[in-house]
């Protein structure tokens, strides 16, 4: 019986089954940040250990920093703590950081592709759950707590049982003003944020042949959210041409040494899957959530679910979810105000979104009562937008282009959104009080959000496309 | 914190809501710290208090039902989803529960619980309907949670059920073992494991 992609990857890094247990699995690169590390690091010198490859490890800083003045010293105590406490760590060890201030710093899993680490047939993990989005690339590549950091950076191992297997075919031909981010919110609100869990998902089909690897990655990131351990892609000619070039990327012999084994990377005819799922792209529209899991999304002219669609079993935790948003059952989303505006996140950070976002909004401007925040994913998004030119837009749209970092993904550095105030997010998670304490998030692809920054509001952005 | 798990008789603290996220178990400001510890007094921090304020308890919410105590804490399905923060399982160990019921658990969280010594019971969705009703009519309904036997009951109506665990886990959680010793004691086989694929 033939091999599925996932399988090939898993069996070539197992280096013993336990019965009735969990495998240990080799990873080949691990990536850590400052927030999910720090307890790792001490459990090593508690228990005395080096680092065991500290050249697969890969660092950065990203949740706590801020997006602006990133040359000054970090203004709140307890994250300038923790960004040095990774900086002290990485010099204690021998790894590689790409602190604060360096030409490589970025999001953890916008760097990892930015430069060519991350790589087919790769074994990849992370203290991040978003580490999915390395799945772009054909790795098997998944967030890890603490605990498993510890492990792999005293083993450059895991301990891990196989996972089920699901595939989902999307073919056919994206609508315009449609975008890969629509695609996998489509996906989670058709499958449920549980949907996925247990499984490794490999997405598959036309419609995702077709997409760049920026748009791929937009896609695996999100794996996640409909709980799924992580998402797979099979590499192509626009996967090689990606990598090809990149700081870390193979060259000359090792270059063709690599492709040849990069293109056996495929799921056979006859491989099995556990489950799968067939969409057609031309059903997806532009996709909002409405609730507080990203699996309560809808299409852009479609209605949030009234009571009556929804499970008596299920009601109290829909009503609580309701009116944390302030949204009503069976409410219209077209048309809800809008006071932030976030592009940003490892989902919808790199050079491509900023590029969409931009040409959409030339010659715009903003609404007046709304803010707009740009966070590029990494130093060299932020760069290669300057170079573009692609910042004099924003300037002129009145949209604010900060410095790299998670920024209001998560409420945790400076950017947060406040109580009560509602925001379009081109992130991952909705979750209460994700963006801040109380804050309300609409999530939403960059076509999307930037079209309700230039109306003030939740907007079709295909209405608003026929103008140009 | 308690290394090793057998037999945990207690009352429950129900919290019957479904998809609960690690966001909610500890908010992200709160991951700022360097050590593992004290992560217990911001567990479900914006679900206890209003504003954010201590002095604002939100009444409603079971943990600060003064009815409700115990080792075990009871979740509707998918809990533990969205961020892989561990910090999740430590401050849920921390506040004093050992055992998490729920029908259904995220992957991440369930390995985080798991390498913390916080298990994490599945139980069918029947039997977690169940385990909130009889709280409702009595909060005192104590729950045992037998490891070595793998069986949940709730001992006052003596309904119970079976849980999966697998083997290599439950000896472990059963005498105090940690992956990351096994894993050390591999080192040779992973070396020369490196060297076969280069
Ligand atoms: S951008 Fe958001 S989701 Fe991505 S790594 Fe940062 S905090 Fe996590």
């Known amino acids: 019986m033939g091999k599925t992609l996932f399988e090939k990857i898993w069996e070539k890094h197992i280096i013993k089954s336990i019965e009735g247990g969990p495998s240990v699995l080799y990873v080949d690169k691990h990536f850590i940040h400052e927030v999910t590390s720090p307890q790792a690091f001490k459990g090593l010198e508690q228990r005395g250990l080096k680092v065991f490859r500290p050249q697969q490890v890969v660092a950065t800083v990203d949740h706590n920093v801020p997006t602006i003045n990133q040359h000054l010293p970090i203004k709140e105590e307890l994250s300038r703590i923790q960004v040095q406490t990774l900086k002290e760590n990485c010099e204690k060890f021998g790894i590689e950081l790409y602190g604060l201030g360096h030409p490589y710093q970025g999001i953890v899993h916008i760097i990892g592709p930015e430069l060519g680490v991350t790589q087919p047939g790769m074994t990849i993990v992370c203290g991040d759950s978003h580490t999915s989005t390395h799945g772009a690339f054909a790795t098997i590549a998944f967030g890890i707590g603490t605990s498993e950091v510890e492990m792999v950076l005293a083993t450059q191992c895991l301990m891990q049982s196989k996972p089920k297997l699901m595939r989902i075919n999307v073919e056919g031909t994206l609508n315009r003003g449609v975008v890969s981010k629509d695609i996998i919110l489509y996906i989670i609100s058709k499958i449920s944020a549980s949907g996925a869990t247990g499984y490794a998902v490999e997405y598959a089909g036309s419609a995702i042949k077709n997409l760049s690897m920026e748009a791929r990655m937009t896609v695996c990131n999100m794996s996640i959210e409909m709980g799924a351990r992580c998402g797979i892609i099979a590499p192509d000619e626009t996967t090689f041409s990606y990598i090809k070039g990149r700081k870390f990327a193979p060259t000359n012999e090792d270059w063709n040494k690599a492709l040849e084994y990069w293109e056996t990377l495929f799921s056979d005819d006859d491989a099995k899957f556990d489950a799968e799922l067939n969409i057609k792209a031309e059903e997806i529209e532009p996709m909002i959530t409405y609730g507080t899991n990203p699996g309560m999304g809808i299409g852009i002219s479609g209605y949030v679910p009234s009571l009556n669609d929804v499970d008596t079993k299920d009601k109290p935790s829909y009503e609580k979810s309701l009116h944390y948003m302030g949204i009503e059952p069976g409410a219209s989303m077209k048309g809800k105000k809008v006071d932030y505006v976030f592009i940003g996140s490892c989902t919808n950070a790199r050079i491509e979104d900023l590029r969409m976002v931009a040409s959409f909004i030339k010659g715009k401007h903003k609404a007046n009562d709304v803010e707009v925040w740009v966070v590029p994913g990494s130093k060299q998004v932020e760069k290669q937008a300057i170079e573009e030119g692609i910042n004099k837009i924003f300037e002129d749209a009145g949209f604010l282009l900060r410095q790299p970092g998670c920024s209001a993904c998560l409420g945790m550095n400076e950017d947060k959104i406040p109580a009560g105030k509602y925001c379009i997010s081109t992130s991952n998670r909705n979750f209460e009080g994700r963006q801040g304490l109380n804050a309300r998030t609409f999530l939403a692809s960059p076509l999307t959000a930037a079209a309700a920054a230039i109306t003030g509001e939740v907007s079709d952005v295909r209405e608003m496309m026929n103008e140009n | ?198």
């Open chain 2, 1 to 198: 914190m308690s290394k090793s798990i057998n037999i945990i008789t207690s009352t429950v603290v129900p919290v019957n809501i479904e998809n609960i996220d690690t966001d909610q178990i500890i908010p992200a400001r709160f991951l700022k710290a360097t050590s593992r510890e004290g992560f217990g007094k911001n567990l479900f921090r914006d679900w206890r208090y209003e504003d954010d304020d201590e002095s604002k308890l939100k009444k409603d919410f079971p943990l600060n039902d003064k009815r409700y105590n115990g080792k075990i804490l009871v979740g509707a399905k998918n809990f533990g989803c969205g961020s892989s923060r561990e910090h999740a399982a430590w401050s849920i160990k921390d506040y004093g529960f050992d055992v998490v019921v729920s029908s259904f658990f995220a992957d991440i969280f369930k390995n985080n619980a798991l390498n913390n010594f916080l298990l994490p019971v599945v139980v069918s969705d029947d039997f977690l309907q169940k385990i909130f009703a009889t709280v409702d009519t009595d909060n005192q309904t104590e729950i045992e949670v037998n490891l070595p036997e793998q069986t949940i009951s709730i001992l006052s109506t003596g309904e119970h059920e079976n849980f999966d665990i697998n083997n290599y886990k439950k000896t472990c959680l059963l005498n105090g073992y940690d992956d990351i010793d096994y894993l050390l004691s591999m080192r040779e086989e992973i070396e020369q494991f490196e060297t076969a694929s280069n």
